[in-house]
């Protein structure tokens, strides 16, 4: 068996790579790494279907997990067929654990790419370190490292990196390979990220093993401390996209072979499903951008504050009703958005101007909105009126 590369040729690995029952039979000295989709990992305490857990791991080197005990912990799983197809003699270890123990001794902002070709896709694991801790992770799906256009997607995944993360530098691990020339601004990590794993009866890793032991308090002791010096670890985010998840299953490599794995479908099944739930700050984000190009359509408006918690956003009821007025607003439901803004006064009366000015922000927001009690002012020296409004958002 053998690492996969990302540019050219690199000496045979010395290590054997596991990501699937298949490549068992070819581990050398019965000790093997785990990568690819031999492991599912989330920040969430998930059940994965043809999974069994293995000990949760912190969310940083363990003098910060243990200063900060309500830390998040990182839940990690391995693919039950090769937990128990597995040899009793052969030894494994995480490579995930590698990465972690490596990116909690950087300092500032360090962005580490990781990975391996996993059937007819590259799994290529991104972690995000600062000052030590990992801040966040994403597991993108390319296509084969054989594949013409596997270059094309790299480059976009470096270049979406280094816009997302200006101020990290950027570092490559194995089994990946050194980048080609042309990333002369990215670092290279070789398999000696590797030098200080320990290899273990893949069993004594589960959760279940753990639950059998007995031990004497003293020595319950000593394997806390030992455990937190060894496994406690930084978190992390599997993500997979969707459009990555329908590529893998018509690529035509795959087909040619007789299909995908199950195992490979169930474990990008699973992160699909995550992906699906959208986050709270896009949606917040987008909804931001939509909400200002709206006002600022309406002709002399001067923005002076938006707030937007948005709880209809982050899963409450969605409201009900169309643009209105205040008296027509549903009472009682909880703003999405503070909106004051300034415009020029009318020849009419303030309450009537601000009716007007409502169902002109509505038309151009979707955005039902009312007054705020006493949320209206004029000033006489500049001719311009301020309302202060609340507005409830509509998807």
Avoid at 140 to 160: N, V
Avoid at 356 to 381: F, H, I, Q, Y
């Amino acid at each position: 068996m053998s690492s996969h590369n990302v540019a050219g040729d690199q000496p045979a690995s010395k290590l054997s790579f596991v990501a699937g029952i298949g490549e068992l039979d070819s581990v050398k000295r019965n000790k093997a790494l785990l990568v690819g989709s031999a492991v599912f990992i989330s920040i969430r305490d998930l059940k994965a279907e043809n999974y069994t857990k293995v000990l949760p791991r912190a969310t940083s080197a363990w003098r910060k997990a243990w200063a900060k005990k309500d830390q998040q912990k990182l839940y990690v799983s391995v693919r039950t067929d090769i937990l128990v197809n597995s040899p009793k003699t052969m030894r494994f270890a995480f490579a995930v654990d590698a990465y972690l123990k490596w990116g909690f001794k950087q300092k500032g902002g360090t962005v580490l790419l990781s990975g391996y070709e996993d059937g007819s896709q590259t799994s290529v694991e991104v972690f995000i370190f600062k000052d030590g801790v990992l801040t966040s992770f994403e597991d993108k799906r390319l296509p084969s490292q054989r594949a013409p256009h596997f270059q094309d997607g790299f480059s976009t995944l470096i270049e979406t990196l280094k816009e997302n993360f200006p101020d990290h530098r950027m570092v490559v691990a194995a089994p990946l390979q050194k980048p080609a020339a042309r990333y002369s601004n990215i670092t290279y990590v070789d398999e000696k990220v590797f030098a200080a794993l320990s290899f273990r009866p893949l069993e004594v890793f589960t959760e279940r093993r753990l639950s059998e032991f007995r031990w004497p308090a003293a020595i319950v002791g000593a394997a806390v401390l030992f455990y937190a010096g060894a496994m406690s670890l930084g978190w992390m985010e599997r993500e997979a996209a969707k459009s990555a998840f329908i590529e893998a299953q018509s690529d035509p490599v795959v087909k040619g072979r007789g299909g995908m794995d199950s195992g490979l479908i169930d474990t990008i099944q699973q992160r699909r499903f995550f992906l699906d739930q959208a986050r709270h700050q896009e949606v917040l984000a987008e909804k931001a951008k939509q909400l200002m190009a709206g006002i600022a359509q309406v002709n002399g408006v001067k923005i002076i504050q938006v707030k937007l918690p948005a709880p209809s956003l982050a899963g409450g009821p969605a409201p009900v009703g169309v643009p209105a007025p205040q008296a027509d607003v549903q009472a009682g439901t909880k703003p999405d958005v503070w909106i004051k803004v300034s415009v020029p006064a009318m020849q009419i009366g303030t309450w009537e101007q601000s009716g007007l000015l409502m169902r002109e922000l509505s038309k151009n927001t979707g955005m039902d909105l009312r007054l705020e009690r006493n949320g209206w002012s004029e000033d006489a020296a500049t001719g311009r009126r301020t309302y202060s409004m609340e507005g409830t958002i509509h998807g």
